[in-house]
């Protein structure tokens, strides 16, 4: 009698045991922060053959304590503009897919195109992606056309970003390419070589010269995405952009690594930037430094919060010059800095999100950019200032999947 009571009892704590745990999953995964979506879809997928339409489109208003002459903020892609309203980003997109081909067409405009393409013809401009793509195996395929960068963890569709805003490195490291992409992908393994026309070049030189890049990933959906991606190229010595035939061309080394772990209601991300270039003499190696983190915290099924530091770090101003407003007077020289150590600024982030349904974002964010070396390179009307902040309100609208 006594044994059976005890396997009563142990029957019955077995499956409130297991009742309570599956009461634990199941509002875990109520309030998991999505896993933000990647810049491409992978290729293949399991879809049906047929033709998907996708589209975001994000409305902005801002304040911010600086005032520049021409309204233009140099350093940020959103919001390029300030103190105003305005529309941030629009993108529509249509993909086909069969069972060995994918071709996709996505055309884009707004702030950030503006900034981003802004040495790009003007046509390509509207140009996000235009690219086709062969599947020889289950795990080999081969993408060629133009396509989003695989740097970084942020797209222009900044809905699925951690933050309303884009980090430093997000904005200065290449956001397209033009070129082949040879692809593989075995389980949670995906590995990409690049062929492209450059550093974020859309139409080429006369004096340009291709790149090679690569790209490692190590990605369990949901919980964990380790990604290290290469540039290796023939870039200008001396930006901004001149597609003249006589510009020196040096070489540039590029690394971009990232970590994002996912934990039921929390987020993690951490990305760093590493740069090396051969200087005007092609005696020593120039370098920059960038890198990003954040933390967010799904509060419920409709509201979220993030928080983000991110530094820069380019003391020749390889990357950052042909950010500098007009009034920035370079010395005279072998390509003296525009101000003194060059570009050395930390950024702070608070963002809180809205989503009231599937394809709504309400986003409310705060962020200060701040000189690091004490130089002041913000503009406001005709001085410089060695903060500039601003509060950011946005609302994004997204269908298809």
Known sequence: MKLIRLISILTILFFEVNLLQAQEQEEV??????????????????????????????????????????????????????NEFGISYAYAQAKYEGSKIVGTVALNMGNI?????????????????????????????????????VYGTESFITKNNFHATRSITGDFSPDF???????????YWQA?????????????????RKSVGSMIEYHIPGKLKINWSTFNGL????????LGPTVPLTFRQ????????????????????LGWQKNAANTQWDRWVGNANSIRYKISDQFSTAIRWDSYWDPTEKV??????DNYIRTTGDWGNTVPGGFQVDSYTLTLDYAPVQNILFRFETRTYQSRNGVAIFPDGDTKRTTNSFALLSMGFSFGK
């Open 29 to 82: 995964e109520k309030t998991a922060v999505d896993e933000p979506a990647a810049k491409e879809n992978r290729f293949p997928s399991k879809n049906l053959p047929g033709i998907q339409y996708t589209g975001y489109f994000d409305i902005f208003g801002t304040y911010q304590t600086t005032r520049p002459t021409n309204g233009e903020n140099p350093f940020s892609s959103y919001p390029f503009r300030g």
């Open 113 to 149: 195109v503006d900034l981003m393409y802004e040495e790009q013809p003007t046509m390509l401009k509207f140009v996000r992606e235009m690219s086709v793509g062969y599947k020889f195996t289950e795990k080999v395929w081969i993408d060629a056309g133009i396509f989003p960068s």
């Open 177 to 187: 390419e033009e070129g082949f992409r040879l692809n593989y992908h075995k389980d």
């Open 192 to 208: 990409k070589l690049l062929f492209t026309n450059g550093w974020q070049v859309l139409q080429p030189s006369a004096n340009s």
């Open 235 to 242: 870039t200008q010595q001396h930006p901004p952009v001149d």
């Open 254 to 273: 590029f690394d971009n690594v990232f970590i994002q772990y996912f934990a039921g209601r929390w987020s993690f991300q951490t990305v760093l930037d």
């Open 320 to 325: 950052m010059f042909p950010s500098m407003p």
